[in-house]
């Protein structure tokens, strides 16, 4: 083969790959496939509870609220403004069973506590009345002269559907003067056991003073029934969390309590 055919082959043969180069398409380089989204499950919804007013409905009755655990047929009411304690508020029924509420000076709210009377104190309360015919009776018992600085006893007794009340702040009547101081020893009894337990819990130092206070009220009587305190006071006697002093106190106490009942 000559020269000019050789390289009219070659040239061909160029031509011929350029061609096909031409006509094939350039196929694209495989890349990353993006991510499968998938779908996180999700918990159901709760249905939500139909709004309510806040405020109770006055058609449900609570069970909650407390229900009276006695019927008041006895009540007493002091008040003098001044006194260490200026208001006092006993209510009981037949068995002795009831509240006090009193106000000490300088304070801003009523304590009230339980009480439940002994069977000597409810058996001295009841010949008073009755020697008094209470109810029947149309006596007022204040004495001649009004003793203001006295303070104010209001008495009330209801018996049988029937109700009277009287006042005075002083008296000369025997039984209606019982009546009087009774409920006055019945709150010496039922304040100091009060601030007893509070000093037991709070100010245990301050013991001493508080057992010298009931010494003092069991030499003058103004206590309503001694044996009636004597569970209270061997608490005290034991308390160790007390001044010794004020165990030896309580504990002699229990001893003279425990002699005189004898």
């Keep these: 083969m000559d020269l000019r055919k050789k390289i009219a082959v070659l040239c061909y043969v160029v031509l011929a790959v350029v061609a096909v180069s031409a006509q094939v398409k350039k196929t694209p380089r495989p890349?990353?496939?993006?991510?499968?989204?998938?779908?996180?499950?999700?918990?159901?919804?709760?249905?939500?509870?139909?709004?309510?007013?806040?405020?109770p409905d006055p058609s449900v009755k609570s069970g909650d609220k407390a229900k009276p655990t006695f019927v008041p047929t006895h009540i007493f009411k002091f008040?003098?403004?001044g006194f260490l304690t200026s208001k006092i508020v006993i209510e009981h029924d037949d068995s002795g069973k009831g509240t006090i509420a009193f106000l000490k000076k300088d304070f801003d709210e009523t304590m009230t506590d339980?009480?439940?009377?002994?069977?000597?104190?409810?058996?001295?309360?009841?010949?008073a009345f009755e020697r008094l015919h209470f109810l029947d009776s149309t006596e007022s018992y204040q004495y001649e002269?009004?003793?203001?600085?006295?303070?104010?006893?209001?008495?009330t007794l209801r018996l049988d559907g029937r109700e009277r009340t009287v006042k005075y702040n002083w008296t000369e009547n025997k039984d209606a003067k019982f009546l009087m101081d009774e409920y006055r020893r019945i709150a010496n009894e039922y304040v100091w056991k009060f601030d007893m337990v509070v000093t037991r819990e709070n100010q245990p130092l301050e013991a001493p003073r508080m057992i010298g206070t009931l010494d003092t009220y069991l030499r003058l009587g103004e206590i309503s029934d001694p044996p009636h305190l004597l569970a209270f006071i061997k608490e005290i006697s034991e308390d160790?969390?007390?001044?010794?002093i004020a165990r030896n106190h309580a504990a002699r106490l229990i001893k003279q309590i425990e002699k005189v009942k004898k």
């Design 145 to 155: 002269k009004e003793l203001a600085n006295m303070g104010s006893n209001e008495i």
């Design 31 to 55: 890349g990353t496939p993006p991510p499968i989204a998938r779908s996180t499950p999700q918990p159901t919804p709760e249905p939500t509870p139909e709004k309510k007013n806040g405020r």
């Design 240 to 244: 160790e969390r007390l001044p010794l």
């Design 114 to 127: 339980p009480i439940q009377l002994s069977e000597k104190t409810i058996d001295g309360l009841k010949q």
């Design 79 to 81: 008040e003098r403004p």
